[in-house]
């Protein structure tokens, strides 16, 4: 027996998907507008993860530009035949795609788009029939026209593997469980007991969201609705229960015919969420050929008892990320907008260190900004990194970014000022910059820390003069969901920018840390 410790991923994984092959288990999630896209984890027994990969990881697989949530959405991951699958939606540029590979791990292969027209909406899914036939599954407009703001439908159509095309008739088998519903969206399809079931979510991504169930003994027939219908939500539980946010999920079985369910839900502090939405773990069982999620409990556990013999991994998603540039190839751990190409970074410009050069693009802009970033993983975290930077006029800026938005972010960064190097800290709160600490800080490497609780941090330097503290109780609550907007979690990363001006400089980085505080 082992135990999973909810969110079985940590930090900004949301939109689970997940299938079984043999012993091992593969989840993906959605990424927006964050390069590489679509990461990979890889399990043996559903509570240790370890991250082997991004699906979408070279640009011809990934054109990128927008807003930060933009881009990837609601990822599903299937295997049939040694050939797995990966569906997705790129919500600015192509639509609905599918990737393939024989190897989880990759590589996989450039989309093989479906088209706007042939194939809308998103949340697309993949189902494989007893006959192999495939199936997609996916929301989209009402086609009669759009009633209200998330009159949306569930649709079934074939897809030719040969031709990867949609073939035969469209039809809407399902609307969603309540009256006028909401984004009916994330559905997934699954056969069990001469029965066809949908998994969906409905409600919206927010407080409202849940999880929903129909079943049709023929695919292309108007589905039954569960009687207990919606089958999972936290909105029941009020706006202060620690966990909210609950739904979209996916089922998936063991070889012994135990069920489980992947979602997403939220942690929240101070009644915000600054990691998004992260995947969480639950049981499943069948009651009158219907499926009860996590039975006699009825909401998301802080553990789940698995009857698995315990694997670990060396590399495993956990509260901690510590990132040293010794290696040839960038840690996927690291993510950048848009793109993650070493025409912005190098590892072996400057050995032991990562090199950021010094651009023109500001992260305060929608573009593709010399950052790379880790994920934000708890509320009470301790993040470090260690740079070497000189700025060679006012313009030119080098240091730590805890990025929620382009217009909601923080910023810890060493800028040339009137009397020499400076350490400054900047907020950037709905578009408006303020520099709310400026300090002189000496030069070679020099160490900048964020250390947070309960929604406050404290911000501090280490250099040649020790460490010095240099702002108390800095607010985070503008870099949440609730108050930026958006689909997306924290990100805390390396930076550096010109402002835009031309630049030849550099920012050297020795290491990024994120532990718990």
């Known amino acids: 027996m082992t135990i999973a410790n909810n ?11 997940i299938c079984r092959v043999g012993d091992d288990y593969y989840i993906v999630c959605s990424s927006f507008v964050y390069f590489p896209g679509v990461p990979i984890f890889h399990s043996k027994d559903l509570a240790h993860w370890e991250q082997i990969g991004h699906v979408l990881d070279r640009e011809s697989q990934l054109p990128l530009h ?23 939606t ?55 026209g759009v009633r209200y703001n998330g009159d949306w439908e569930i649709w079934v159509q074939e897809l030719d593997l040969d031709s990867m095309k949609l073939v035969g008739p469209s039809m809407a088998i399902w609307k969603g469980a309540v009256k006028d519903v909401i984004w009916p969206e994330g559905p997934h399809l699954y056969k069990k007991d001469g029965y066809y079931y949908l998994i969906h979510a409905e409600g919206g991504t927010g407080p409202e969201h849940a999880i929903s169930v129909a079943r049709s003994k023929e695919l292309f027939k108007w589905f039954e609705g569960c009687p207990r219908n919606p089958i999972f939500t936290h909105r029941n539980l009020g706006k202060n229960y620690p966990v909210i946010y609950a739904g979209h999920g996916d089922l998936v079985d063991d ?25 969480f773990l639950a049981k499943v069982t069948w009651e009158d050929g219907w499926p009860v999620i996590n039975q006699g409990v009825g909401k998301l556990t802080d553990q789940v008892e698995l009857p698995f013999e315990e694997y670990r991994f060396n ?32 590892l072996t410009e400057k050995l032991g260190f990562l090199t950021l050069y010094t651009r023109p693009e500001r992260i305060e802009d929608i573009c593709n900004p010399s950052y ?42 060493i800028v040339k000022g009137e009397s020499g190097k400076q350490f400054r800290v900047r907020t950037v709160i709905s578009g408006k910059e303020e520099i709310i600490k400026s300090i002189p800080v000496s030069d070679g490497l020099v160490e900048i820390g964020i250390k947070a609780k309960e929604q406050k941090c404290q911000i501090y330097i280490v250099d040649e003069n020790g460490q010095l503290p240099v702002k108390e109780d800095v607010d985070l609550i503008p870099y949440t969901t609730e108050e930026a907007g958006g689909f997306v979690g924290c990100t805390v990363g390396m930076y550096t920018s010109s402002n835009c001006a031309d630049s030849d400089n550099r920012c050297s980085f020795k290491w990024i840390s994120h532990t718990k505080n």
């Open 7 to 17: 969110p079985i991923l940590k930090g900004f994984y949301p939109d689970p998907s």
């Open 66 to 88: 927008g807003e930060i949530s933009r881009g990837i959405f609601a990822p599903t991951i299937r295997e049939h035949k040694g050939t797995f699958y990966m569906i997705t």
């Open 90 to 144: 790129n919500v600015d540029a192509g639509g609905n795609f599918i990737v393939t590979a024989k190897d989880p791990a990759g590589p996989w292969s450039d989309p093989y788009y479906l088209g706007d027209k042939e194939c809308p909406g998103i949340d697309p899914s993949l189902f494989f029939d007893d006959d192999d036939r495939c199936y997609y599954v996916g929301t989209r407009p009402n086609p009669e």
């Open 255 to 279: 070889k012994d015919g135990n069920y489980y369910i992947v979602m997403l839900a939220s942690r929240q502090c101070q009644n915000h969420c600054s990691m998004g939405r992260e995947t």
């Open 315 to 346: 590399q495993e998603n956990s509260y901690t990320d510590i990132i040293h540039f010794d290696s040839k190839e960038l840690d996927d751990r690291l993510v950048g907008i848009e793109r993650r190409s070493e025409d912005f970074y190098s």
């Open 372 to 413: 790379l970033g880790i994920r934000q993983k708890d509320y009470a975290f301790a993040v470090s990194c260690g740079i070497d930077f000189t700025p060679k006029n006012e313009k030119e800026c080098g240091g730590l970014v805890l990025f929620q938005n382009h217009e909601n972010h923080l910023v810890m960064e």
